[in-house]
């Protein structure tokens, strides 16, 4: 029987204890969509999104004689995760049968799975074949019994009711009209949800339950069936059914049936007929019910053993462990999930890219260069087969471009993929979504174009994600001029719906500036001066990368990888190391700290150095954000061992614990003296930009919302890559607020400028609307210099403040999770040297309207913007006006 049953009798009640037979969640959806039959939580109330989810719960009560009366029943769920405090939650009968498919959701769950054949969703009573008669479940409309959920971890009850007993009592009269329950929570306003517990939860405490009080029928009592089992009937029900009827008032606690017996292999490979209670207790292993001793039964057995590389065999228990394996069970099959790759940290010495060498010039000043993508082969752990991968000037990762600031590179990107024969690529190396935008209009072709991360160049070099080329072409000389800040930069594909893809394939490197000042503060330098690249890959037991065949909203690999070794080593001189950290994973967030809680100092952002070092014991990089640190090593003896390790949930910010990849790298500290000269008291000062000086505030809303393909979505202000709604005058400040009304974090990153960080400021949803819910907080020391990436926490909004200078044309912002990028989570702004004078937005180029609508308001003395860029006087003077006759004269340049 599926139910796990309890039986006490007390004056001829009885007490069944029984925990859920099924569950689902009804996740809101015009498609019905999303379920999560097979999760480990289920979920009510409404989402940060405004979205609902409603829980669907079903007990077997078939142990509950035919006949009894219902005295009283108590329903409890385990609530394990919420950002609410105290909210209604209510039973519902439903009134007609759904099923519980094997969907299950990644990470926390809110978001949902696709569906699976057989899994209700908020239109399928099971998927998808069958509706409800009213998309979000058929069920009662008055509720059977109301508890009180809390923003308490634990268990909450729904006691007996006149309507949960008369619930209960209806299934055990007629049980095809058992349903179950419905349960909603509170829908009325936005981010009241809460996951509880399901049965596939690991902790059996944890899963729903049902305690059932009842009187059996007065002529019931104990009947035993073939298998064991005991159930309460009436002796005319118990023969009809094939039992044996042990007496009225008998009860089946303790179980009164004798139990089968069969054949039982021991140890010494004797067999011998037990009870498979008696064959457990003498470590034998049990065959069957009622199955028969017989000559070689016991020969010794076989089953799946895993080895470290991820491959299974089938071989008998000694023979797996004495070759190192790991011994599934006997007669268990080798299956594609069965066996993860194991592998051993910190055996692999940490790679070091090399520097790009330039095909004129020289590196660190004016140079040109001409870099490949080719495909390659290469060792990522002393434990794996070669992996294939792509690789700028066939590395992985790329060269690190080294320049100087105001000196001139120029790169012609080449893409000369080739397949394993040598022809050029003519589709993919990994599977292509056909769903997203990009692949759908190109194909699956291995579509290239390279973005200098950071970088302050004009729109034809920046990647733009629609100009890729094609293996066997080249893109012209892409121009980067360095009129910026010193900084560690990174450039990286960026091709539109597959830059997911090809930056996991390998495709990125370092591109750092410097200059004289920054040469002059004597930090770390040369063999003391290492960059580094995260990324986490999963692996095929032959050594090929693993990656789902169609697009997920994050993917996050089994193993860490740094400057493409898994878990790596670095020996380290005693003295102070500067890092140069770039997360290039497509979805990880990384918090980084030394693993004997040491006190390193960060000293540069995205965007170049800090005015002064700052003292951390961890810092946070999301996708696309880089930190500038310095580790001291001379405190240590030689022979220490200090490991960088992370404790990031994913997805990030999620449940401490969750989903974390704890390894990172390890130094091993040397007795050679490395760098000691003292970190300088100030580095470079920073000017914040002023608040009053915005010419303009923009609002981005960061939500989930469905779709058709896919049928899920992240989006920025509910609007696609295509639709362009942000004109930008160039030379002006602006604020750009960011509304996350998700779960999750996003790491939202602006080409062509870096920016400062105003503060985050926390919200609620009232009534559908943002409704501040505290103050206005700056931001960290580390976090308070130039950057072009920011982490935009769940319900919050964080506003930065940008100066758009000297590139006129089309240029992406985006989150930086590169899943949520390829699926839409990209969108366009166009600078322009003059907003339009009738103030519309249709094209960013000045026209004949706008001459004369300048010279209207001029002729008015109306106030306007000024031409020049000056906000000193808001009226119009002569000077602005001969400022855009010479704008106008010359095109807008």
């Given amino acids: 029987?599926?139910?796990?049953?309890?039986?006490?009798?007390?004056?001829?009640?009885?007490?069944?204890?029984?925990?859920?037979?099924?569950?689902?969640?009804?996740?809101?959806?015009?498609?019905?969509?999303?379920?999560?039959?097979?999760?480990?939580?289920?979920?009510?109330?409404?989402?940060?999104?405004?979205?609902?989810?409603?829980?669907?719960?079903?007990?077997?009560?078939?142990?509950?004689?035919?006949?009894?009366?219902?005295?009283?029943?108590?329903?409890?769920?385990?609530?394990?995760?919420?950002?609410?405090?105290?909210?209604?939650?209510?039973?519902?009968?439903?009134?007609?049968?759904?099923?519980?498919?094997?969907?299950?959701?990644?990470?926390?769950?809110?978001?949902?799975?696709?569906?699976?054949?057989?899994?209700?969703?908020?239109?399928?009573?099971?998927?998808?074949?069958?509706?409800?008669?009213t998309p979000g479940g058929d069920f009662a409309s008055t509720p059977s019994a109301t508890t009180t959920i809390g923003s308490g971890i634990g268990s909450y009850s729904w006691s007996s009711t006149a309507s949960l007993a008369a619930d209960v009592q209806q299934w055990v009269n007629f049980p095809a009209t058992n349903f179950g329950w419905l349960i909603k929570g509170d829908e009325t306003a936005s981010s009241t949800a809460k996951r509880l517990a399901t049965r596939e939860i690991a902790t059996p405490s944890q899963r729903p339950t049902l305690v059932v009080n009842f009187t059996p029928p007065p002529d019931a009592g104990a009947c035993c069936f073939t298998l064991g089992n005991c159930t309460l009937l009436p002796a005319s029900l118990c023969a009809a059914q094939g039992g044996t009827f042990s007496g009225i008032g008998t009860t089946c606690t303790p179980n009164p049936c004798p139990q089968p017996t069969g054949a039982c292999c021991l140890p010494n490979l004797d067999c011998v007929t037990l009870t498979q209670a008696d064959c457990t207790a003498v470590n034998g292993i049990y065959q069957g019910n009622f199955f028969p001793c017989s000559p070689g039964l016991c020969s010794i057995p076989t089953g799946a053993c895993c080895f470290a590389n991820g491959t299974c065999q089938v071989l008998r228990e000694a023979d797996c462990l004495s070759g190192g394996g790991i011994y599934r069970g006997n007669n268990v099959a080798c299956s594609a999930s069965l066996c993860p790759?194991?592998?051993?940290?910190?055996?692999?010495?940490?790679?070091?890219?090399?520097?790009?060498?330039?095909?004129?010039?020289?590196?660190?000043?004016?140079?040109?260069?001409?870099?490949?993508?080719?495909?390659?082969?290469?060792?990522?752990?002393?434990?794996?087969?070669?992996?294939?991968?792509?690789?700028?000037?066939?590395?992985?990762?790329?060269?690190?471009?080294?320049?100087?600031?105001?000196?001139?590179?120029?790169?012609?990107?080449?893409?000369?993929?080739?397949?394993?024969?040598?022809?050029?690529?003519?589709?993919?190396?990994?599977?292509?979504?056909?769903?997203?935008?990009?692949?759908?209009?190109?194909?699956?072709?291995?579509?290239?174009?390279?973005?200098?991360?950071?970088?302050?160049?004009?729109?034809?070099?920046?990647?733009?994600?629609?100009?890729?080329i094609l293996p066997g072409e080249s893109s012209f000389a892409y121009r980067y001029t360095n009129t910026q800040l010193p900084a560690t930069l990174w450039y990286h594909d960026h091709a539109l719906g597959i830059t997911r893809l090809n930056v996991y394939m390998g495709l990125g490197g370092f591109y750092l500036i410097r200059d004289a000042i920054e040469n002059g503060l004597g930090l770390p330098s040369g063999a003391y001066?290492?960059?580094?690249?995260?990324?986490?890959?999963?692996?095929?037991?032959?050594?090929?990368?693993?990656?789902?065949?169609?697009?997920?909203?994050?993917?996050?690999?089994?193993?860490?990888?740094?400057?493409?070794?898994?878990?790596?080593?670095?020996?380290?001189?005693?003295?102070?190391?500067?890092?140069?950290?770039?997360?290039?994973?497509?979805?990880?967030?990384?918090?980084?700290?030394?693993?004997?809680?040491?006190?390193?100092?960060?000293?540069?952002?995205?965007?170049?150095?800090?005015?002064?070092?700052?003292?951390?014991?961890?810092?946070?990089?999301?996708?696309?954000e880089r930190a500038d640190i310095v580790v001291d090593f001379a405190p240590y003896a030689p022979g220490t061992m200090i490991d960088f390790i992370n404790s990031a949930p994913a997805p990030f910010p999620g449940e401490p614990g969750v989903g974390v990849l704890p390894n990172v790298m390890r130094f091993?500290?040397?007795?050679?003296?490395?760098?000691?000269?003292?970190?300088?008291?100030?580095?470079?000062?920073?000017?914040?930009?002023?608040?009053?000086?915005?010419?303009?505030?923009?609002?981005?809303?960061?939500?989930?919302?469905?779709?058709?393909?896919?049928?899920?979505?992240?989006?920025?202000?509910?609007?696609?890559?295509?639709?362009?709604?942000?004109?930008?005058h160039l030379d002006t400040n602006e604020i750009w607020s960011f509304i996350n009304r998700s779960d999750q974090s996003h790491p939202m990153h602006l080409h062509l400028v870096q920016f400062q960080i105003l503060d985050r400021q926390p919200f609620e949803i009232v009534s559908g609307q943002v409704v501040p819910s505290g103050p206005r907080v700056p931001p960290p020391a580390h976090e308070a210099g130039w950057k072009d990436t920011v982490d935009c926490p769940p319900l919050q909004i964080t506003r930065i403040i940008a100066r758009f200078t000297q590139y006129r044309g089309t240029f992406a912002y985006h989150c930086h999770i590169l899943e949520h990028e390829d699926g839409e989570m990209m969108r366009q702004f166009v600078t322009t040297c003059y907003v339009n004078c009738d103030l519309s937005t249709g094209s960013p180029l000045l026209t004949?309207?706008?001459?004369?609508?300048?010279?209207?308001?001029?002729?008015?003395?109306?106030?306007?913007?000024?031409?020049?860029?000056?906000?000193?006087?808001?009226?119009?003077?002569?000077?602005?006006?001969?400022?855009?006759?010479?704008?106008?004269?010359?095109?807008?340049p």
């Fill in 668 to 728: 091993i500290v040397q007795s050679n003296t490395g760098a000691t000269s003292p970190l300088p008291a100030s580095l470079r000062a920073i000017t914040p930009i002023p608040e009053s000086s915005a010419a303009r505030t923009r609002e981005f809303v960061l939500q989930r919302l469905p779709g058709t393909c896919p049928t899920t979505r992240w989006l920025i202000n509910g609007k696609e890559w295509d639709e362009i709604t942000e004109f930008v």
């Fill in 341 to 468: 790759i194991v592998l051993t940290p910190f055996v692999d010495p940490l790679p070091l890219p090399n520097v790009a060498v330039p095909t004129s010039g020289f590196p660190g000043g004016a140079a040109s260069y001409t870099i490949a993508a080719r495909e390659i082969t290469k060792v990522l752990h002393r434990d794996l087969p070669p992996t294939r991968l792509w690789g700028y000037d066939g590395q992985y990762p790329g060269p690190t471009i080294e320049a100087f600031r105001n000196q001139q590179v120029n790169v012609t990107w080449v893409n000369d993929l080739r397949d394993a024969t040598g022809a050029l690529r003519q589709h993919h190396y990994l599977p292509v979504d056909m769903c997203l935008h990009g692949p759908m209009q190109e194909g699956d072709s291995p579509r290239l174009v390279t973005h200098l991360h950071g970088g302050h160049v004009e729109a034809a070099s920046d990647g733009f994600p629609e100009s890729t």
């Fill in 1 to 133: 029987m599926a139910a796990m049953v309890a039986l006490a009798t007390a004056a001829r009640a009885d007490v069944i204890t029984v925990q859920s037979a099924k569950d689902n969640t009804l996740y809101e959806s015009a498609d019905g969509s999303l379920s999560s039959g097979a999760g480990d939580g289920m979920f009510i109330g409404k989402t940060a999104n405004a979205e609902i989810r409603r829980a669907l719960v079903k007990f077997d009560l078939t142990a509950i004689p035919p006949g009894s009366t219902i005295n009283s029943v108590t329903m409890t769920v385990y609530m394990n995760r919420t950002r609410a405090g105290n909210r209604p939650a209510t039973l519902h009968r439903v009134s007609a049968d759904w099923g519980e498919g094997p969907s299950s959701f990644p990470g926390n769950g809110g978001a949902g799975s696709m569906s699976e054949p057989g899994d209700a969703t908020w239109r399928h009573r099971f998927y998808n074949t069958t509706l409800w008669t």
């Fill in 529 to 624: 001066e290492v960059p580094l690249l995260l990324q986490d890959k999963s692996f095929n037991p032959d050594g090929s990368l693993k990656y789902p065949a169609m697009w997920h909203e994050h993917f996050f690999g089994d193993f860490t990888l740094v400057n493409g070794k898994v878990w790596p080593f670095l020996n380290v001189h005693r003295g102070k190391y500067r890092f140069r950290i770039a997360n290039g994973a497509g979805s990880r967030t990384y918090r980084l700290a030394l693993s004997n809680g040491a006190t390193f100092h960060a000293v540069g952002t995205d965007g170049g150095l800090l005015p002064a070092p700052v003292p951390l014991t961890e810092i946070t990089l999301m996708p696309g």
């Fill in 848 to 892: 004949a309207n706008d001459f004369q609508c300048f010279l209207n308001a001029f002729a008015a003395g109306s106030m306007y913007a000024n031409c020049d860029g000056s906000t000193g006087t808001p009226a119009l003077t002569a000077n602005d006006f001969q400022c855009f006759l010479s704008k106008f004269a010359a095109g807008c």
